[in-house]
């Protein structure tokens, strides 16, 4: 493999390794969500530190 | 609300987190400009040292993320607040994704450089074990039955696990090693060319924005689905669970609504 296709592949599974991380945690926080609305009936607020 | 709690309030809101995401993404098209554009190729390794504007910032993000997992986990044993617990499981789980991303980043460059993909060098085999030890931890965090054991037994680790943090780091100086030794966290001036550091410093300023935006983004996520087993155990038992405490198992809500 030529230098640039290391480089490439280096950069593409960063991307790849951050960005599915953020997928990752976007459906965690919707099932998470959804289980809160099925008990109580209510749309979940928006959770507050 | 104390003052110092305002402001993480006000950075981990959802305001916050769009700020963050903003800065991130502007980071990280500076960064890989910079790095892939103006930066010269390396004198000796050519194009492939490219990889060291995304690995270097990985390696320093693993290493902000184990420091704050121990002080979370120091700051838990003091007082006991679930906050810290949560801290420390989110600052944890960004802390194993930018470790793991060191090493396949790590390994892309050792094979052009070194010829091989792995080598049982110190530096490599410390970074493993490191690994291996904020896996043990993410792990002991799903097997503990009780919030209170889980938070206690994880911050244990997470403050005897940082021990490997300075080895990883000094590894290449107390040993001899493969891999480079450090050019900018090191006593003295640091041994690279200008225009490299400065595509580097703005890489590492824009990894950090992520790393940042990770962790609100993160700590939300924790919230809600303590929030969500906390309502399926008031649900189980048909008492409200007001006294802070984590439930105890992330399952709960799925059994909770079969028994209904």
Redo the contacts between chains.
């Keep these: 493999m030529p230098d640039l296709g290391y480089v490439a592949a280096g950069y593409l599974t960063t991307a790849a390794a951050l960005g599915g991380y953020l997928l990752r945690l976007r459906h965690r926080a919707r099932r998470a969500r959804r289980q809160a609305t099925a008990l109580t009936g209510r749309p979940a607020r928006p959770a507050r530190p | 609300m104390k003052g110092s ?1 305002r402001m ?2 006000r950075l ?3 305001r916050g987190e769009q700020v963050l995401a903003g800065a991130a993404v502007a980071g990280l098209a500076t960064s ?1 400009v910079l790095s ?1 554009r103006v930066a010269p190729p390396d004198a000796v390794q ?3 040292q ?2 060291m504007y ?2 270097v910032p ?1 390696a320093w993000l693993a290493y902000l993320s184990f420091t704050t997992v121990f002080v979370a986990s120091a700051a838990y044993l003091l007082t006991s607040r679930t ?1 810290w617990d949560r801290l420390g499981a989110a600052a944890a789980e ?1 802390g194993v ?1 930018f470790c ?2 060191t090493i ?2 790590g390994a ?2 050792g ?2 450089v070194w010829g091989t993909w792995w080598t049982w060098d110190p530096r490599l085999t410390t970074t493993a074990v490191l690994l291996l030890i904020y896996l043990a931890y993410l792990a002991l965090r799903r097997m503990a039955d009780s919030p209170g054991r889980r938070a206690r037994w994880s911050a244990v680790l997470g403050v005897v696990g940082f021990v490997d943090v300075p080895i990883v780091h000094m590894s290449v100086v107390w040993w001899r090693s493969l891999h480079q030794a450090p050019t900018v966290l090191r006593p003295g001036a640091p041994t690279i060319a200008g225009s490299m550091l400065a595509a580097l410093l703005v890489a590492v300023a824009a990894f950090t924005l ?1 790393w940042a935006y ?1 962790i609100t ?5 924790g ?3 303590e ?2 087993a906390t ?2 155990l ?2 189980r038992t048909g008492r409200p669970q007001s006294n802070g405490q984590l439930p105890p198992v992330v399952d709960v ?2 059994r ?2 079969s028994d209904a």
């Design positions: 709690e993480m309030a981990t809101g959802r890989a892939l050519g194009e492939v490219r990889l995304v690995h990985a906050r960004v994704l793991g991303l396949v980043l892309l460059w094979k052009p992520v990770l983004v993160r700590l939300r996520v919230r809600l689905e929030r969500a309502q399926a008031s649900a809500p799925e909770a609504r």
